[in-house]
């Protein structure tokens, strides 16, 4: 399954184990982070290619082309993003975090989602709390993050086929299409360049991919029934 690595997180204060949260007993050299949430704006969505997997975890033909939500994470640390101290050593409050953003539109990932997302790591400066696709390694004197990137694309595909977040709507999806024709646009004097060029052709088979997809999700116009005229029995004269 292909991975990237990448530099772990640095910033966040440890914070306690929720319950349910997945736990590792080696110790990795990273600073803490917080636990966190997993959240999502209507208005952010990306176009992925995505490897599906049947029931026994066997990749089911060609991967598919679609858009996909791209999550944020809201961090439990007190004092941040209206997070606030929990009560009695419990952990941080954020009912009033999530209430703000659901008034403006965002979607709360369950925690118990998939399982749950959120897997922590003992650290030397306190608890690393990471998603459950990315696997902290020690490289030499350093620790990386390995992602499993196909892994979490099939994640965030399963959010919309099992309804937590709903399929994007048209508006949404042009607005990002918009941007697309706009850096095409910006490298049209430029063209010549093959440089350019080929970052060109790139940016148009990615356009391409992105109509295609938002007509596969877009809803079919229903079509009007031709209305029928009464008939009429005209009686003859006797």
Not at 58 to 83: D, F, Q, Y
Not at 99 to 125: F, K, S
């Amino acid at each position: 399954m292909p991975t990237t690595l990448k530099p772990a997180a640095a910033d966040g204060e440890g914070q306690r184990v929720r319950p349910g949260a997945h736990t590792t007993a080696q110790a990795y050299r990273l600073r803490a982070t917080p636990y966190f949430l997993l959240v999502h704006n209507p208005l952010s969505w990306e176009i992925a290619e995505v490897e599906l997997e049947d029931e026994a975890g066997e990749i089911t033909g060609s991967p598919v082309i679609c858009w996909l939500p791209r999550l944020k994470r809201l961090e439990l640390s007190p004092g941040v993003n209206g997070v606030r101290m929990g009560r009695r050593g419990s952990p941080p409050d954020a009912s009033l975090a999530v209430a703000n953003l659901r008034t403006q539109g965002w979607t709360m990932i369950p925690e118990d989602y998939d399982g749950g997302y959120v897997n922590v790591h003992p650290g030397a400066r306190g608890p690393i709390h990471v998603l459950k696709f990315d696997q902290p390694v020690n490289v030499g004197s350093k620790t990386v993050l390995r992602c499993d990137d196909e892994g979490y694309k099939r994640f965030r595909y399963r959010l919309v086929v099992d309804g937590v977040i709903k399929p994007p709507e048209p508006e949404a999806l042009e607005a990002i299409m918009d941007l697309r024709r706009n850096r095409i646009a910006r490298h049209q004097r430029e063209v010549h360049i093959p440089a350019v060029r080929a970052r060109v052709d790139a940016l148009e088979e990615e356009l391409g991919e992105m109509k295609e997809a938002a007509e596969e999700i877009a809803p079919k116009p229903k079509r009007k029934r031709r209305a029928t005229k009464a008939k009429t029995k005209t009686k003859g004269k006797s």
